[in-house]
């Protein structure tokens, strides 16, 4: 029961979050600034959170993995140790940066030359970003999962809206706008410190019991660092491309697509988060059992919900970009690619959490390196060809690859699979029910869309219910039924 209930609030403020995105990303960021500068904002963002990854060198993983070892000791290491490996990381690519200023923007200022004048925003930029994922994963691994989120969903976007609305009305220029812009990130990393040091008490310790020896949590670090790396680029490295390869007027059509698509992995970011502790917890206890059983069902429940979203989405994507220009409407089979992409990764589950708990964990450097490579390769072979398409593309492809590679080694070595007959009867189900959006019931777009959408949700529902694919969501319908 708690772990349902912790889903739901999580997902409760995700979505929250991805309405506020709506109304920052889709309906008011393209409407108040050109394309140009609302492209400026979106590679800000990925390139900040791609150089974060690199700053924090696997901490994230690093923490939730040690952390239930020493979670009822007096003194935690964890935290000491994470904070030293950040100082580090966070020191080593700020000396890389300025050394290498000159290739970076280089690489942009011949067709994202705005980019390039902003390329020092990064700096604090991208040092918040990391501190802020260090303190989500300390108090994600003490169960204080609300806060961060609220932050990283709510919090920061309410604060870009309200600088975006200073700029519609010429209170404050573009300069302005941007050091604001970075400034809410550095904000809301302080804040969670703050939160961290309330909630709990932190004792500076470098004492190592045999459980887990100082040599094993860095080289555990270290060995998911590019792991910690490889899963962001893979959905940043696509706009850091086209930035440089095409400019920021694709970037903002792009990143538009983008944004849509990431609804899609909303409702299994939450049962993932909340499986993530589960699973270290599991390991901790060596309870194989548990594992198997976490993976199956959160691999069911995950392609059952993602799949659902990203058909509705499908279904209404014309009518959620009806208040923006024609420019911003050409990324549809962008939407399309991506959000396939994002089916894929939560479709097969578990997998990369599993691997990174085991003592295979050394495996997922290998994996994470394919994913890089062909991410990059597959970005600067096909985005020449066809443009922000082919970025969607290659990135579907890249994840596939990834995907099934982590899969098939979870099969060899511990026999785990995602796959039952629940996960067939849901992928049967959805198939059918996705025929739903090829239906023209009204030349009107309002009327049509709707339409669809509720004969689809109603199909999806009485279809699953009957079929009994996912307990849970026969749990919802039932107490639904009793309640009315």
């Not at 994202?112 to 300390?138: E, H, K, Q, V």
């Not at 502790?277 to 429940?301: H, L, M, Q, W």
């Not at 039952?420 to 009204?442: A, E, Q, R, T, W």
Request: aromatic share 16%.
């Amino acid at each position: 029961m708690e772990l349902k209930k912790g889903s739901f609030i999580y997902t409760a403020i995700l979505y929250s979050g991805i309405v506020l995105g709506y109304i920052n990303v889709v309906l008011v960021f393209p409407n108040v600034f050109n394309e140009e500068n609302f492209g400026l904002t979106r590679i800000l963002i990925s390139a900040a959170a791609v150089l974060s990854q690199f700053a924090l060198l696997g901490l994230p993983n690093f923490v939730l993995k040690f952390h239930p070892f020493y979670k009822d000791k007096k003194f935690n290491p964890v935290f000491s140790m994470g904070t030293t490996i950040l100082t580090i990381g966070i020191f080593g690519v700020g000396i890389y940066l300025m050394l290498f200023k000159n290739v970076f923007i280089g690489a942009y200022e011949t067709k994202s030359p705005l980019f390039a004048s902003y390329f020092f925003y990064l700096i604090p930029f991208f040092i918040a970003t990391a501190f802020f994922g260090f303190m989500d994963a300390y108090l994600r691994s003490i169960n204080k999962n609300v806060v961060p989120l609220l932050l990283n969903n709510i919090v920061i976007r309410l604060l870009w809206l309200l600088f975006s609305f200073f700029y519609w009305i010429q209170a404050i220029n573009f300069d302005v706008f941007v050091l604001l812009f970075v400034g809410a990130q550095i904000l809301i990393a302080l804040i969670a410190f703050a939160y961290l040091l309330k909630s709990t008490p932190i004792h500076w310790s470098f004492k190592i019991d045999k459980i887990a020896s100082s040599k094993k949590m860095l080289v555990f670090s270290l060995f998911t660092t590019i792991s910690g790396i490889s899963a962001h680029l893979i959905n940043k490295v696509d706009i850091l491309i086209i930035g440089q390869l095409e400019g920021l007027i694709e970037v903002a059509i792009y990143s538009i697509a983008a944004y849509m698509s990431m609804l899609v992995v909303v409702p299994t970011k939450a049962l993932a988060r909340t499986a993530t502790v589960r699973i270290s917890t599991f390991f901790a206890e060596n309870d194989v059992d548990g594992i198997k059983s976490e993976y199956k069902t959160n691999a069911n429940s995950q392609l059952l919900f993602g799949t659902a979203v990203f058909t509705l989405l499908w279904i209404n994507y014309d009518l959620a970009l009806f208040f923006l220009n024609d420019t911003y409407k050409n990324g549809l089979y962008v939407f399309l690619f991506l959000s396939l992409a994002k089916v894929i990764d939560t479709g097969l589950g578990l997998n990369g959490i599993i691997i990174i708990n085991s003592k295979y964990y050394k495996w997922d450097l290998v994996f994470s390196l394919l994913l890089l490579v062909l991410s990059i390769f597959s970005n600067y072979l096909l985005i020449p060809l066809w443009g922000i398409q082919g970025a969607a593309i290659a990135t579907a492809i890249s994840i596939f690859i990834y995907n099934c590679s982590k899969a098939l080694l979870l099969k060899i070595k511990f026999n785990f699979s995602p796959f039952s007959v629940s996960y067939l009867k849901s992928v049967l189900l959805l198939g059918l029910c996705f025929l739903v959006s090829f239906i023209n019931i009204s030349d009107n777009i309002w009327i049509n869309c709707m339409s669809k959408t509720i004969l689809y949700c109603g199909s999806f529902v009485v279809l699953a219910y009957q079929l009994k694919v996912s307990l849970d969501l026969n749990r919802i319908v039932n107490n639904c039924i009793k309640k009315i």
